[in-house]
């Protein structure tokens, strides 16, 4: 298995567990555990832009830049709402 693919499959891992913990942080009945499930979050959120960086870095997550106009009908479909 190829960098490439290691690092594909980590990032989307340490996604998984960004969601698992967010969802933690929300549901948590206790400070104590709301404060371990936001460190824990934190601390994955931490790794997973790290994983990004180095992936764009290497030129492995390719991102597109959105069109001014679809931006102004984006904002203006919200703003409506």
Known sequence: MED????????LTIKG???LY????????????HQAFEDALNTSLDIQNKIYNLMA???????????????????QQYANQ
């Open 57 to 75: 870095e290497k030129g492995w997550y390719k991102t597109e830049v959105a069109e001014q106009a679809k931006i102004n009908t984006a904002k």
């Open 22 to 33: 967010l969802h933690g942080t929300l549901e948590s009945t206790t400070a104590e555990v």
């Open 17 to 19: 567990a960004c969601d």
């Open 4 to 11: 490439k693919d290691l690092m594909e499959k980590e990032l």
